[in-house]
């Protein structure tokens, strides 16, 4: 099996800034895309940012040139780090990421998530 681990939430003030890691572990043979998705109460889930293996980005417009992803393969952990942070960034983060397991094929996991508060 494969576990997403996050960390780095917490409270901020706006325009503070946060990083996010996520660090993927079990019986990983590759990772594909990874990405980062938020939940605010009473909301769907939406897509923040993702990278692909070879570190091409997607951002959703509300967070370009404030958020940036990153991934460091080797270490099959993915980052969001978070600046000028605003109110409406409030939400649990969660990583999800694409992974090959051998016999099995890819399939898709989730983190157990992360809250980021954004509040004076």
């Known amino acids: 099996q494969v576990q997403l681990v996050e960390s780095g939430g917490g409270l901020v003030q706006p325009g503070g800034s946060l990083r996010l890691s996520c660090v993927a572990s079990?019986?990983?043979?590759?990772?594909?895309?990874m990405g980062w998705y938020r939940q605010a109460p009473g909301k769907q889930r939406d897509l923040v940012a993702t990278i692909t293996r070879g570190k091409s980005t997607v951002y959703v417009d509300s967070v370009k040139g404030r958020f940036t992803i990153s991934r460091d393969n080797a270490k099959n952990t993915v980052y969001l780090q978070m600046n000028n942070l605003k109110p409406e960034d409030t939400a649990v983060y969660y990583c999800?990421?694409?992974?090959?397991?051998?016999?099995?094929?890819?399939?898709?996991?989730w983190g157990q998530g992360t809250q980021v508060t954004v509040s004076s």
């Open positions: 079990g019986s990983i043979f590759s990772i594909n895309d």
């Open positions: 999800n990421a694409v992974v090959s397991i051998l016999g099995v094929g890819a399939k898709n996991y």
